[in-house]
């Protein structure tokens, strides 16, 4: 565990403060290392640029069984922990590893066999998916070094160390932009592989990064009771891993689900429309960067106080992050509105996708403090080991709901292309204050009280 963080009994604020910056700063690199792979792709040639674009609904299946783990492994230990289980936390660190591998090894198997077939869906020709292959493959064969990096970085998550993996993300984007050119073009003896060198430049980017974490978990507390014998299998252990990474992992594969849903009817409005959209996604995404650290913030201050039984800490935990979120993002409207045409012609200087784009950012400003309830809900039902709440929700928010009102208004009543966008900010704010609602129900329930909503 942290020598500074004791995420059982150090006020909430300053857990949120010392949790949630670093979470943030890492994920924002972690942008920038994505923007950087674009940029080089886009120096490659037009053909890998358009490859990476069509390589990342694939690669989203990587992502998504991550985060899937990673969560699951946080709420495990992060409980044992609460519940001053130190050698039974310590023993799910290595089941955790065993089964990243294991997850891992399908995931390569999925992508190495299903990518021609998806790229063909996606409209790629052989010589595209040719292209496409010689990114992916690498990717998927290093599957497993990614899976063990965010196991690690899920067992520190769960003792509140969330610099380690944000110092990982900061020197990898760094590092992206030295080895890119190097292994994209060649230097002395290193030949040029292309397309390739992207993907080669990644892997050992994060190789190096899971070093780094696996010495950080050696070096915490936890590692007195780590032995070798350790990571033999444990069917028992990793069917709880599984069965708090299932639903996580669905739910993230529900956000693309939704991104698809979302481009189908902006696709009725060409293709400058869909090039606003994407544009002023990017701006937005970055504005959200807060609450994804605060996601992680509330995951595993959440974890362990639910195994120590201070149900009240995390009934303020909730109050107190949502206060925070929802005023950031309050605050992060108001800049995201009055400087929408600025922030959209940043990426295109094309006219009609600036306007395109300005509609859905002025929009997306009011939509904003909502946000952090869905975030912030999701942790709870992580950190609480019910999982599956998450599933329902990101079903119901991300694609029934939003889908058949689209679908209504937009072919049913002739809605226009701004139409898309409010209908999409009155599904959030019904969900969200639905969602609000639902969780005081819900906290009452787990926690087997009979107390009011913001009550702690």
Not at 154 to 178: E, H, P, W
Not at 405 to 430: C, E, H, K, P, Q
Request: include cysteine; proline fraction near 3%; charge should be positive.
């Amino acid at each position: 565990m942290s020598k500074s963080i004791k995420l059982t009994k150090d006020p909430i604020w300053t857990l949120l403060r010392k949790v949630t910056i670093p979470a943030s700063v890492g994920s924002l690199f972690q942008t920038f290392y994505n923007l950087v792979d674009t940029w080089f792709a886009g120096r490659i040639s037009a053909e890998a640029i358009g490859a990476i674009a069509k390589s990342f609904p694939i690669y989203f299946v990587i992502i998504a069984v991550g985060v899937g783990i990673g969560a699951a492994t946080n709420a495990c230990i992060g409980n044992l922990i609460g519940e001053k289980k130190i050698n039974k936390a310590s023993l799910f660190i290595a089941q955790s590893v065993i089964f990243a591998i294991f997850t891992s090894i399908i995931v390569t198997l999925f992508g190495l066999n299903a990518s021609n077939f998806l790229l063909g869906v996606m409209g790629s020709d052989a010589t595209g998916i040719a292209l496409t292959r010689e990114y992916l493959d690498i990717i998927f064969y290093a599957t497993f070094i990614v899976m063990i990096q965010i196991s690690l970085n899920g067992a520190l998550n769960a003792q509140g160390d969330t610099k380690s993996y944000r110092n990982v993300l900061i020197f990898s984007f760094f590092l992206n932009i030295f080895l890119n050119p190097l292994f994209i073009w060649g230097y002395g003896i290193i030949p040029g592989f292309g397309i390739a060198g992207l993907a080669i430049a990644t892997v050992i980017s994060q190789s190096i990064g899971t070093f780094y974490l696996a010495y950080k978990v050696n070096s915490c507390k936890l590692r007195k009771y780590l032995f070798i014998q350790c990571f033999i299998p444990k069917p028992a252990m990793l069917k709880e891993l599984f069965s708090q990474a299932l639903p996580i992992m669905f739910s993230m594969l529900f956000i693309g689900v939704g991104i698809f849903n979302i481009l189908y009817f902006i696709g009725q409005f060409g293709e400058l429309a869909t090039a606003g959209y994407g544009a002023a996604l990017r701006v937005e995404q970055v504005f959200l960067l807060p609450v994804i650290g605060l996601n992680t913030a509330v995951l595993s201050i959440g974890g362990q106080n639910f195994g120590a039984k201070k149900y009240n800490r995390i009934r303020e935990l909730y109050s107190k992050a949502l206060l925070f979120g929802s005023s950031f993002m309050a605050l992060a409207g108001i800049i995201l509105f009055f400087g929408a045409e600025f922030f959209v012609s940043q990426f295109t200087n094309n006219t009609e996708a600036i306007i395109h784009g300005v509609i859905y950012l002025k929009v997306a400003a009011l939509i904003g403090p909502i946000y952090p309830v869905f975030f912030i809900t999701t942790a709870v039902f992580q950190a609480l080991k019910k999982p599956i709440y998450s599933l329902y929700l990101s079903i119901l928010r991300l694609t029934a709901f939003p889908f058949l009102s689209l679908w209504y208004v937009i072919n049913i009543r002739g809605g226009d292309y701004t139409d898309i966008f409010y209908t999409i900010m009155a599904t959030n704010w019904f969900m969200g204050i639905a969602l609000i609602i639902f969780i005081g129900y819900f906290l009452n329930n787990v926690f087997k009280q009979k107390k009011n909503h913001f009550s702690y």
